[in-house]
């Protein structure tokens, strides 16, 4: 089984500060996906990297695969309270067949007004 | 379209009893998954589906069924409850491109059991 480990596991930032949220493994993906979920809800996805060294951007959000694959991070510019959520990262392992997906365990993000 | 749809939001079992978990989808996804998510943690596979007729075993499938007799449905079947089983339940799907990997899952609202 890949272990995906995301860090920090909670967070808690005032309204406009950043933050960087991480995903590590040591195995290989054939692509990583970030999710964000809302109380109540099922996750939805925000972003695919699927390339090694890519970088994509969604507003003010910044997702980063890194050069090897195994891990990835998410960054987030002056931070609105509407960020807040349960961010989700999940790999696909270069062997799975399928579009089986490895959870990490979340990152709690809390933006205060 | 609805999307995934998943009965019922909530239920209370005792141990030892049985239940099913309904999951339906109205955008023809041939994939089609449950998982189980339980407090401050990630998602966890049960079991998944390829197609009608074709079902696997996730990460974790013990003291869990489930059959995939229509492309719509994809039912959870918990025969003995036992309080291990207390999550928040996720049906999910996702329509299998010629690369996998990129695929998009949809996920249910979910379904909230508890097991007294």
């Known amino acids: 089984t890949q272990l995906l480990e995301q860090s920090p596991q909670f967070l808690s930032i005032q309204e406009g500060e950043n933050l960087t949220v991480y995903c590590n493994s040591s195995?290989?993906?054939?692509?990583l996906q970030w999710y964000r979920q809302e109380p109540g809800e099922g996750p939805v996805l925000l972003v695919t990297?699927?390339?090694?060294?890519e970088v994509k951007k969604l507003k003010r959000l910044t997702f980063q695969f890194g050069d090897a694959r195994k891990d990835s991070s998410l960054h987030i510019t002056a931070a609105q309270p509407g960020d807040t959520g349960l961010y989700l990262c999940?790999?696909?392992?270069?062997?799975?067949?399928?579009?089986?997906?490895?959870f990490g365990e979340g990152t709690q993000l809390t933006v205060n007004p | 379209n609805a999307g995934v749809t998943q009965t019922p939001k909530f239920r209370i079992l005792k141990i030892g009893q049985s239940m099913t978990l309904q999951c339906t989808q109205d955008?023809?996804?041939?994939?089609m998954y449950w998982y189980r998510q339980d407090p401050g943690m990630g998602l966890k596979l049960i079991y998944y589906s390829v197609g009608a007729g074709i079902t696997d075993k996730g990460e974790v499938p013990n003291g869990y069924n489930v059959s995939r007799s229509t492309t719509e449905d994809f039912p959870l079947r918990l025969e003995l409850a036992a309080p291990s089983q207390t999550s928040v339940y996720f049906c999910?799907?996702?329509?299998?491109?010629?690369?996998?990997?990129?695929?998009?899952?949809?996920f249910g609202p979910g379904t909230r059991l508890t097991v007294l």
């Open positions: 955008m023809n996804h041939n994939y």
């Open positions: 999910a799907s996702s329509y299998s491109h010629r690369v996998p990997s990129t695929d998009t899952q949809y």
């Open positions: 999940a790999g696909v392992a270069r062997e799975t067949s399928g579009s089986r997906l490895t």
């Open positions: 990297v699927v390339t090694g060294g």
């Open positions: 195995s290989v993906f054939s692509s």
